[in-house]
């Protein structure tokens, strides 16, 4: 963080300056406040002497005139001279004090009357004297003089007036005037107080408090203050230290971090070399051992010390190609990694197989200073590998043996199919048409039962043509390859279960069909699963009024799972697991029409796509049949595969 320059000395005030004009300013105030005040008191003195010099001539007038009453009653006349003197005199006092501004008028216009009428007084006293204090008209004179005598009296009273007003209002405008300047000084002196707390006393206040929580540890604080003086640069100046000190120590902490990171890294790495299932070798540049670890020890019988100063070459058991070896130093001098295996002997002489792989250590120069070896013990992988290899010959073997027995197996199954398709039905039509002979030829003739034998003997050929024909039905099922495609099996169901019921419309049969329904698999063989499954619903609800077939999408936990469900007769799950066997019944002979072959037909289609089927029911309650589809059929092979691996077992409800 750059330095901020400190202002210029010239440009701005600093606190001692700032200070001295506080002071100065108040030294202003004072001496103010002085000036005025000395003024004031001169300005009452010259009143009250001029108040005096009036009161003098006004007690002069006075004791001139009584003098002058005296000296008609037969008193010296010396007296009045000296009087006359002093009134001239404290006149001329007057006239030559300097008169105020406020009381010039009134003061000077009662002394210019005076000064006019004193000299008509003065002289009409002394002419009064000059003619005899005994004649007989000198008290008259002096009664004479009396107005003039009054009429000073009275400018002189008028000036004492006026003079004593002015002392009052000078009086009151000094007061005013002292408060003025006890206002500014009260103003000065709050300013400075004002000024000195925010600008002085506040900042190193909070600079001390800042100062102090940097000391405690909160490297982020800062004063904030900014001022052109000392306080605003050492502010500044703890500020910038403050953040300095700050990314330093973020600095520090960050490494502190990084070596404790670093550390701790080491620390589960060295852990994890002590405790690695693989041997770890370490070595310098000239491959002498510095290091191994304990599974080293475990594993080759040589502890550290045992090692440690020599070479790993003591591990050789002689039987590994020196060409492995040529080439591992190649790749390890072109500072690459070697990944091989090496057959080494152990300290008890023991050989065994090692998965090495051993990588160069550069340092910033890109020199090789070390070699570090992680080896793994393979030799039960090796001894391993070396029974299976003889567990896939004798498998290959075993394989192509079965393989021939499969081959010979399905042979003889087409012989049969052939053979029940061929040999077997041509004694059945044999059979027929001698029965269809004898029943035209002699059908009048037969008595007794042989009408009815007869008749026995044509059902007992159809069925069995009948039954051939739904054995060979279910051994070529197994053999279709699938051509698997979206079908949409709903509108399948509702397409059966419509026929169904043009066939029988006298029943009043109930359905429900999700006709929304698609799944992936074989059209042609869902159709033959799900129409034996419908076929069995209609069957068993003979006698219900109304029935009810359901065909609907039934998911477990999202697998594609559909239902087919009636009302019928059901059955009991004890009997669940011979449902999908051929020729099985689970009901009385007779009470429903079926050749026994449907559910193991459907069974083996579900099969062939890699589903299953399952069934829950109760007597005379209906029954349920759950089967499960896959999102992708399997291929024809593994098909057939699950179909033979299914064959034996029994489903029942999961």
């Known amino acids: 963080m750059p330095v901020t320059p400190p202002p210029a000395a010239g440009r701005h005030l600093n606190i001692g300056t700032k200070v001295f004009l506080l002071f100065l300013g108040l030294a202003l105030a004072g001496m103010g406040s002085w000036l005025v005040v000395n003024r004031a008191l001169a300005q009452l003195d010259g009143a ?119 002392v009052t209002r000078l009086q009151q405008k000094t007061q005013d005037n002292l408060l003025r300047l006890a206002l500014v000084d009260a103003a000065i002196l709050i300013f400075a107080f004002i000024y000195i707390r925010r600008r002085i006393a506040r900042p190193l206040r909070e600079l001390s408090g800042a100062t102090l929580r940097f000391a405690h540890g ?123 295996e090496l057959l080494n002997r152990k300290k008890n002489g023991e050989l065994f197989w090692e998965n090495t792989q051993i990588s160069p250590v550069l340092d910033a120069a890109g020199q090789i200073t070390h070699y570090v070896a992680v080896k793994e013990d393979v030799t039960a992988r090796k001894r391993g590998e070396q029974a299976l290899a003889m567990l896939n010959l004798d498998l290959e073997q075993r394989v192509a043996a079965r393989t021939q027995q499969i081959e010979a197996a399905n042979y003889e199954l087409q012989a049969f199919s052939h053979s029940v398709s061929h040999d077997l039905r041509t004694p059945l039509r044999a ?25 026995r003997i044509q059902a007992a050929a159809v069925r069995m043509g009948e039954l051939i024909d739904n054995l060979l039905e279910l051994g070529r099922i197994g053999q279709v390859e699938l051509m698997a495609q979206p079908v949409h ?32 698999g074989d059209p042609r063989l ?52 011979r449902l999908f066997r051929p020729f099985q019944s689970l009901h009385a002979a007779g009470r429903f029409a079926g050749k026994g072959i449907g559910l193991a037909t459907t069974k083996r289609v579900i099969d062939l796509h890699g589903g299953r089927i399952w069934a829950e029911g109760e007597p005379e309650r209906g029954a349920r049949f759950y089967f499960e589809l896959p999102e992708s059929p399997p291929d024809a092979a593994h098909s057939a595969f699950a179909e033979n691996g299914r064959e034996s077992e029994t489903q029942k409800a999961p």
Request: charged share 30%; proline share 3%.
């Open 526 to 577: 869902l159709r033959i699963a799900v129409e034996s499954l419908l076929d069995n619903a209609w069957k068993f609800t003979v006698g219900r009024d109304p029935a009810r077939i359901v065909f609907t999408h039934a998911g477990r936990d999202g697998a594609q799972v559909l239902m087919v469900g009636d009302n019928g007769a059901g059955f009991s799950m004890d009997y669940a697991d």
């Open 218 to 340: 909160d490297y982020s604080v800062r004063s904030g203050f900014r001022s052109q003086d000392e306080i605003g640069r050492l502010a500044e100046a703890f500020d910038h230290m403050a953040a300095e000190t700050e990314d330093h120590i973020k600095l520090i902490a960050a490494d502190l971090d990084n070596i404790r990171r670093k550390e701790a890294e080491l620390r589960k790495l060295t852990q994890a070399i002590e405790h690695s299932p693989a041997s770890v070798i370490v070595t310098d540049s000239r491959a002498i051992i510095e290091y191994v670890n304990p599974r080293f020890t475990e594993v080759t019988g040589y502890s550290l010390d045992e090692v440690r100063g020599r070479t790993p070459s003591l591990l050789q058991s002689g039987q590994t190609l020196p060409e492995t070896y040529r080439q591992m130093w190649q790749t390890l001098r072109a500072k690459d990694v070697w990944r091989g």
């Open 489 to 520: 099996i709903g509108h399948m169901a509702r397409e059966i279960l419509d026929g169904m019921a043009r066939r029988e419309p006298d029943r009043r049969v109930e359905t429900e069909v999700d006709e929304s329904i698609v799944v992936n």
């Open 431 to 455: 059979i027929l048409g001698f029965a269809q002979a004898i029943e035209e030829e002699g059908g009048s003739e037969l008595k007794g039962e042989l009408p009815d034998y007869l008749r």
């Open 48 to 166: 009250a002497t001029e108040i005096n010099l009036y009161g003098s001539l006004r007690w002069l007038s006075q004791k001139t005139q009584l003098t002058l009453h005296e000296v008609a009653h037969g008193a010296g006349a010396g007296a009045v001279e000296p009087l006359l003197g002093k009134f001239e005199t404290t006149l001329k006092t007057l006239q030559d004090h300097p008169h105020p501004e406020e009381n010039e008028v009134q003061a000077r216009d009662a002394l210019a009357a005076v000064s006019d009428e004193w000299p008509a007084y003065r002289d009409a006293v002394r002419r009064l004297l000059r003619n005899g204090a005994m004649a007989a008209n000198f008290e008259a004179g002096a009664i004479q003089l009396t107005p003039q005598a009054d009429s000073l009296l009275e400018h002189t009273n008028r000036a004492t007036w006026a003079l004593s007003d002015d």
